[in-house]
């Protein structure tokens, strides 16, 4: 498996409640209506809450500001990635996802990354 990791900060006019309402009610269904034009195996949705514990844990490691989720999308494998990146819908559905982020994701100070996953535990 393959997976997308997409570290989420909001843009500054939406409180983090708002951000993560829309990224839950409008974004979330945008994303599972093309998962299989995508070759999405598995999406979730990784919400930033627990604000005292949080700011505890940043302050014992001098730690920058939260994300205020992570996006976790799954893929079968590169190579099937890879294949489906040919398929037709693809660039389309990308594209609409992408404007549609557009509307809650501060984007520039968002980072993503392609990975591998080794379960250590679980």
Known sequence: MI????????LPHLSREEFQRYWRETHAPLVAARAKTLGIVKYEQV?????????????S????????????????SEEAMRANGQNPG?????RELLEDERNFIDLANSPLWYNKVHTIVG
Do not use: N, Q
Request: charged share 30%.
């Open 3 to 10: 997976k997308l990791t997409f570290c989420l900060r909001r």
């Open 61 to 76: 490691r001098e730690a920058s500001e939260p994300y205020d989720g992570i996006a976790e999308i799954w893929f079968e």
């Open 47 to 59: 919400h930033a809450g627990f604000d005292e514990m949080s700011a505890a844990a940043r302050a």
């Open 90 to 94: 693809v660039a389309d559905a990308a």
